[in-house]
């Protein structure tokens, strides 16, 4: 399942057209705050989609027969670049577990990059409801290794993907290598992959965007 959030006309087109404008980039506050948003709103949608069940619950009146969440997800980022978009997801998300990855890309003398994984903190995933945020979707590859390595602690019930801007190319690739049972929400896709691994025309560097530049690998 894949799910474009600008599909349908919302706020949503706004907070993209923001993260893409290069004269909002100087502002990270707002550009982190997006991001958070596009979290907040996949967060509620994909919420629809989780398992509910009927509680009874007292109030100061009498009882009432409530639906509340059946089990509580674990909601995962990809270090740096996805922390605002992971605090979105979590704000909503207030009870659920998390883990975090680190996963960058090293760049090669060749013009080329590898993606370096060397961190996981994670509860177990067996049998739970997986949520991974990550702002960009480019080659697919860090998402990939990311739930390669996530799935050494269990095997998940459901995944869903949290992504900005996905690239139709990298949707290909994490649908070969993860399987059709992904579930994917984005607030935009683009149809380029340039030679370098980046989504274009794309809004950049999220993590620099949002953090600051940092020195290269």
């Given at each position: 399942?894949?799910?474009?959030?600008?599909e349908?006309h919302?706020?949503?087109?706004?907070?993209?057209?923001?993260?893409?404008?290069?004269?909002?980039?100087?502002?990270r506050?707002?550009?982190r705050?997006?991001?958070?948003?596009?979290g907040?709103?996949?967060a509620?949608e994909i919420?629809?989609l989780?398992?509910w069940?009927e509680v009874?619950i007292?109030?100061?009146?009498?009882?009432?027969?409530s639906?509340v969440?059946?089990?509580?997800?674990?909601v995962?980022?990809?270090?740096?670049?996805g922390?605002?978009?992971h605090?979105?997801?979590?704000?909503?998300?207030?009870?659920?577990?998390?883990?975090?990855?680190s996963?960058?890309?090293?760049h090669n003398?060749?013009?080329g990059?590898?993606?370096?994984?060397?961190y996981?903190?994670?509860?177990?995933?067996?049998?739970?409801?997986?949520?991974i945020?990550?702002?960009?979707?480019?080659?697919?590859t860090?998402?990939?290794?990311?739930?390669?390595a996530?799935?050494k602690?269990g095997?998940?019930s459901?995944?869903?993907?949290?992504?900005?801007?996905?690239s139709?190319?990298?949707i290909?690739y994490?649908?070969k290598?993860?399987?059709e049972?992904?579930?994917l929400?984005?607030a935009?896709i683009?149809?380029?992959?340039?030679?370098?691994?980046?989504?274009v025309?794309g809004?950049?560097?999220?993590?620099d965007l949002a953090?600051g530049?940092?020195?290269?690998?």
């Open positions: 399942m894949i799910v474009n959030l600008s349908k919302s706020l949503i087109c706004n907070w993209v057209s923001e993260l893409r404008n290069i004269s909002v980039h100087n502002d506050m707002r550009f705050r997006n991001l958070e948003r596009i907040e709103v996949a509620y919420s629809k989780l398992p069940k009874e007292q109030t100061p009146l009498g009882t009432h027969k639906m969440l059946e089990e509580q997800p674990i995962a980022t990809i270090l740096r670049a922390l605002a978009m605090h979105g997801v979590l704000s909503y998300l207030d009870k659920a577990d998390n883990a975090f990855v996963a960058f890309r090293r003398a060749a013009g990059f590898d993606i370096i994984l060397d996981v903190s994670s509860p177990s995933i067996e049998n739970r409801i997986l949520i945020s990550d702002p960009m979707l480019a080659t697919g860090s998402l990939a290794k990311t739930i390669v996530l799935k602690l095997n998940p459901q995944i869903y993907i949290v992504a900005a801007i996905a139709r190319q990298g290909a994490l649908q290598v993860a399987g049972d992904v579930h929400w984005c935009d683009d149809d380029v992959l340039n030679e370098n691994g980046y989504i025309p809004l950049g560097d999220a993590g953090f530049e940092k020195l290269q690998s």
